[in-house]
């Protein structure tokens, strides 16, 4: 059965950009005569703005999303992640840091995709003692390799790119690459649809799904929405929060984004003749082929 699911982070409301991951993971799921859940990523809890959650849900309900199981909560689920580590443990798979992010900078040579490639210093040395320490997973130079329903055939070599990342960090937070593998594998998920932005994290959540023993998702990244100076919209680059007082012209605009096409006549219809339009015409094959598309502000 396919299970698909929204997750979006509380650290704002909802922006166009999100309602596009909405509508597109929605509409995928429930073409395919699947659920939709949805999931809150709430575990950088210095990140999250309060209530924000509920304005998101809120938000969700009147544009007519429907999801098929109670939302789940990363921040209810820090168990999970601990049970998940202690597996890699078991494998021998990670082992402490104590490096800084200047102590990497001054020592590190090699740039990867997010900057200077961690050089296993706390892997080969001693740690500092009386230091907070970060857990990393080992990587080697073997290469992860997927087929994306939208963006085709992504490969990447984890260690050469990204490096031993970090599982747990210094601040005790689990990091948002453990958390993603571990919900998606407890919620039974089988296809994610969401943005382009994170196609560069999922070769490194596939290489833990391997090394946990998870089943591999089926994966789609949609083009991510960017302002005018090509900057993702988000809460950082002051994008602004959807007006639920427009749901039907919102989502006329998202299915244009996403390459649907619905009449220009739909854009004031009522809000479940378009949705109605949407689940009658859906194709995935229509989204453009592209990381990220430039909208007007």
Not at 68 to 79: I, P
Not at 121 to 145: E, F, G, Q
Not at 190 to 201: E, F, K, M, P
Request: glycine share 6%.
């Amino acid at each position: 059965m396919y299970v698909g699911r929204f997750a979006p982070s509380p650290t704002g409301p909802l922006h166009f950009g999100s309602l596009v991951a909405a509508v597109a993971s929605f509409c995928e799921a429930k073409t395919k005569q699947g659920k939709w859940l949805v999931r809150m990523e709430d575990l950088d809890k210095p990140r999250e703005i309060k209530g924000a959650a509920d304005t998101i849900l809120h938000q969700l309900e009147a544009f007519g999303f429907e999801w098929d199981d109670t939302v789940a909560y990363q921040s209810q689920r820090s168990a999970l992640y601990a049970d998940a580590l202690n597996q890699l443990n078991h494998k021998q798979l990670i082992y402490p840091c104590t490096c800084t992010r200047k102590e990497v900078a001054d020592s590190s040579t090699a740039f990867g995709i997010d900057g200077r490639i961690y050089p296993k210093t706390c892997l080969y040395h001693p740690i500092k003692s009386d230091t907070a320490i970060a857990w990393r997973i080992k990587t080697d130079n073997s290469a992860v390799s997927f087929h994306d329903d939208i963006q085709q055939l992504i490969q990447q070599n984890i260690g050469q790119d990204v490096g031993d990342f970090i599982l747990k960090r210094a601040d005790g937070l689990f990091a948002y690459q453990l958390a993603v593998v571990v919900d998606d594998a407890v919620q039974g998920i089988t296809h994610i649809v969401r943005g382009a932005d994170l196609l560069d994290s999922t070769p490194r959540q596939i290489y833990l799904q391997q090394q946990l023993g998870f089943s591999t998702p089926q994966y789609a990244h949609v083009p991510v929405a960017a302002n005018a100076n090509g900057e993702k919209l988000s809460k950082q680059t002051l994008a602004k929060p959807i007006d639920t007082a427009t749901t039907s012209q919102l989502l006329y605009d998202a299915l244009c984004f996403l390459g649907q096409q619905p009449p220009s006549s739909s854009k004031n219809a009522p809000l479940n003749t378009l949705w109605q339009w949407a689940l009658e015409h859906w194709a995935i094959s229509t989204i453009p082929q592209t990381k990220q598309i430039i909208i007007a502000s």
